[in-house]
């Protein structure tokens, strides 16, 4: 049984910091392709970072030099670095997985595991 639990979202003024975690368990992480999506209000779920599981990471041009993805297969956590952060960045930000090394790391129908989310707002 896969799951999926985020955490570190908050409340931050703009030009901020954030770091997201998204703690995985139920599966051989390391083989893994993951991902983590945004959904702001009225708006649709976009792909916000990617990481394959070779390692190829793939960004949403909103976000470029400002947020990074990563992941620490010890502890079987899936990060998300965010700096400089801008109130349209505010959002409910959801982790999801999906086994073997994907190339459309930025599609939500790429993967079949979700989080349940975890709110971010910028002011």
């Known amino acids: 049984h896969v799951q999926l639990v985020e955490s570190g979202g908050g409340s931050v003024q703009a030009g901020g910091s954030l770091r997201l975690s998204c703690a995985v368990s139920?599966?051989?992480?390391?083989?893994?392709?993951m991902a983590w999506f945004r959904q702001g209000p009225g708006k649709e779920r976009e792909g916000v970072a990617g990481?394959?599981?070779?390692?190829?990471?793939n960004y949403a041009d909103s976000v470029k030099g400002r947020f990074t993805i990563s992941k620490d297969n010890a502890k079987n956590t899936l990060y998300l670095e965010m700096n400089s952060l801008k109130p349209e960045d505010t959002a409910m930000y959801y982790c999801?997985?999906?086994?073997?090394?994907?190339?459309?790391?930025?599609?939500?129908?790429?993967?079949?595991?979700w989080g349940q989310g975890t709110q971010v707002t910028v002011s």
């Open positions: 999801a997985a999906v086994r073997g090394n994907m190339w459309l790391l930025l599609r939500a129908a790429t993967y079949n595991y």
């Open positions: 139920g599966y051989l992480f390391s083989s893994y392709s």
């Open positions: 990481l394959g599981s070779d390692g190829r990471t």
